[in-house]
T-cell receptor, first 118, second 110 residues
Framework: AQTVTQSQPEMSVQEAETVTLSCTYDTSENNYYLFWYKQPPSRQMILVIRQEAYKQQNATENRFSVNFQKAAKSFSLKISDSQLGDTAMYFC???????????????FGKGTSLLVTP | NAGVTQTPKFQVLKTGQSMTLQCAQDMNHEYMSWYRQDPGMGLRLIHYSVGAGITDQGEVPNGYNVSRSTTEDFPLRLLSAAPSQTSVYFCASLDRNIQYFGAGTRLSVL
């Protein structure tokens, strides 16, 4: 079974600073996808960034980047130049194949609550 | 472009009542799924569908039924609500390995 662990329940960062959120996962699969989702107080689940396991290059989306270490099964999210609007719950997720019917599902960590302060 | 639409946004039920949470998507995605989110936890998969007429159970299916008569709609039914089903429910569709989520339904069962 795949599990996703986010070891930091809460984090805080000052505006304009950089913060890194940790995520580790456990799988025996070789090909998979990893995601970071943001959930603001509105509770909408917003995709921040995704990484294909077969790609060695770390994904980047504007101020958001990941450090993907496949051998270590680590997938951390770095937020640069933090903004007040980045305050949210952040979830790391692993996409797994459920069965031969091509059923896929996301397996989520418990989340990290990030607070950006002025 | 509406994306994934869930109704209602909020609902309060009494134990034993039944109801249907609606989910519709206008992106012609074959794959749809339902998740629940409880406090301090990430989302957990309830049921999913890989296309019209095909559904299967996820991680926490007990107490829920689904059907998929069209590509667009994927309703979730609670036949006899229980307090343990108090949660926030998310519907999602999948395309090119990216899941798109609805805004969620907050359900309270008293």
């Amino acid at each position: 079974a795949q599990t996703v662990t986010q070891s930091q329940p809460e984090m805080s960062v000052q505006e304009a600073e950089t913060v890194t959120l940790s995520c580790t996962y456990d799988t025996s699969e070789n090909n998979y996808y990893l995601f970071w989702y943001k959930q603001p107080p509105s509770r909408q689940m917003i995709l921040v960034i995704r990484q294909e396991a077969y790609k060695q290059q770390n994904a980047t989306e504007n101020r958001f980047s990941v450090n993907f270490q496949k051998a270590a099964k680590s997938f951390s999210l770095k937020i640069s130049d933090s903004q007040l609007g980045d305050t949210a719950m952040y979830f790391c997720a692993f996409m797994k194949l459920l069965n031969s019917n091509s059923g896929y599902a996301l397996n989520f960590g418990k989340g990290t609550s990030l607070l950006v302060t002025p | 472009n509406a994306g994934v639409t869930q109704t209602p946004k909020f609902q309060v039920l009494k134990t034993g009542q039944s109801m249907t949470l609606q989910c519709a998507q206008d992106m012609n995605h074959e794959y749809m799924s339902w998740y629940r989110q409880d406090p301090g936890m990430g989302l957990r998969l309830i049921h999913y569908s890989v296309g019209a007429g095909i559904t299967d159970q996820g991680e926490v299916p007990n107490g829920y039924n689904v059907s998929r008569s069209t590509t667009e709609d994927f309703p979730l039914r609670l036949l006899s609500a229980a307090p343990s089903q108090t949660s926030v429910y998310f519907c999602a569709s999948l395309d090119r390995n990216i899941q798109y989520f609805g805004a969620g339904t907050r359900l309270s069962v008293l």
